[in-house]
């Protein structure tokens, strides 16, 4: 889930003219002397401190797309999400309707997956491989394929690289599926092992027929 972030920003202005002070004052009074440091010292805490009054601090709002308590896994979400927009960019400029409608499955499953993640952060384990290699692969291949049919690129090798494509979209999009379903394997045992003993107790009791 997003959250809106408050930072509080210092101004500059302030340091940089306390520090404009020294040469300045370098040139009025020897403050290589005690007193001239003392002087210039005062000085330059005195502008300080009216600047900061002129040049107060700041309060920046940004928007965290994602705040799941980990960073390493907020940074992965926001991979993903990236790496997924792209994939939407690409199928935009896809003319083959069975590729294109493989690409929306792919979209899809990443979706949700980026959802059960932003929900559950410690599912993050599980896509280590998928975030890091699969899906920027995937988005790799498809470019190249957008890139050749816009480009025209006739031949054997062309044809063939496009054809290759075509032909493992739904592969390429089944394994996206697949690994959202690996999401849920956990869940999937314990609601299945909660079936079993409510079952084994409403029998004990005589409630079933």
């Known amino acids: 889930m997003s959250k809106w972030e408050e930072k509080r920003r210092r101004p500059v202005l302030p340091v940089y003219l306390a520090a404009l002070v020294w040469p300045v004052m370098a040139l009025l009074t020897p403050i290589y002397q005690l007193s001239g440091i003392l002087l210039t ?13 002129f040049c107060p601090t700041r309060v920046v709002r940004t928007l965290v797309p994602y705040a799941t308590g980990s960073e390493d896994v907020d940074r ?3 991979g993903i999400a990236a790496d997924l927009d792209t994939l939407h960019k690409l199928n935009v400029d896809i003319p083959d309707p069975p590729l294109s409608a493989a690409m929306d499955r792919m ?10 993640v932003e929900k559950t952060p410690d599912k993050a384990r599980q896509l280590d491989r998928f975030a890091r290699y699969y899906l920027p692969e995937v988005n790799k291949i498809l470019a190249a394929y957008v890139q050749m049919e816009k480009g025209g ?5 062309a044809n063939q690289i496009l054809s290759e494509v ?5 592969t390429m999009a089944t394994a996206f599926e697949n690994q959202l ?12 092992t909660d079936i079993e003993v409510l079952d084994s107790i409403l029998k004990s009791q005589n409630l079933t027929k």
């Open 107 to 116: 979209e899809q499953a990443g979706r949700s997956i980026v959802q059960a």
């Open 166 to 170: 075509r032909r493992n979209a739904d």
């Open 41 to 53: 010292a005062g000085i330059s805490c005195l502008v300080y401190a009216v600047a900061q009054k």
């Open 76 to 78: 992965m979400l926001e």
């Open 181 to 192: 379903d690996a999401l849920y394997s956990a869940e999937a045992m314990d609601i299945s």
């Open 153 to 157: 690129v006739k031949g054997d090798n």
